[in-house]
């Protein structure tokens, strides 16, 4: 797999991986991470795991895989890795204790709100057995004017995903355990710059998957 080094990208083995793993208590990981700033942020709550950051866009990586590796801000717990869901590198396969995904777009969040295969079972993969998912979707985007990437979406309540999003993400192995809208207090307090720049004037509307792996 892809993984950022500073400002290079490298290519990454699953035994080096797994090596790498061997050195903390466990591993998670930050799904369409953007600019990492919740990895940085529960690497440094959790020295003992080591906590991933997955986004296809590595120049939006960039900057925090710099920090990591520059001495004077040096974090030894966090992985960067270039990819897609859809193209989810086998090296990750069952490797995760707690999978995260904060304010997904593009077709990360079509395939979390429609239920969609491509994106369940690869997310599915990456977890160990009792894996814990955390995803949350900012609701805001069903606001006037829907973007017309959103405006064939169904709007997602709680309602729909347990009508809706209970089967098919069984069907990929994860099983729903929760879903909420979350508290703007809480939402403010989320360590992503999404949440950030979404909370500035009021929070987004929001809402909580919670899962685990069969
Ligand atoms: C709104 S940003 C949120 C970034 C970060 N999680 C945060 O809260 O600040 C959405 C992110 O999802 C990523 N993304 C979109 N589709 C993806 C996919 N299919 N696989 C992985 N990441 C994806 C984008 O590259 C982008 O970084």
Redesign the pocket.
Known sequence: MRALSGKTVTTMSREAFVAIAANYEGVDI??????G??VLDRARQHPERLIVG????AE?MQGAANRVSRPRTRQENVLFIVS???QMPDELHRSCAHVFV???????MRGLILGDPEILTPLAEIGRGGATYRIILNLRIFDDPVPIEVQELPEVTVDYVQRHLVDPYRDAGLRISGARIVPPEELSELP????RRLSYRRPPPSLQIDAFHE
Do not use: H, I, Q, Y
């Not at 997955?54 to 866009?57: A, E, G, I, S």
């Open positions: 930050d799904v369409g991470t953007g600019d700033r919740f997955l986004d296809p866009v939006a897609s869901v859809e904060n304010f997904p777009w593009g077709s990360l992503t710059t999404w949440s």
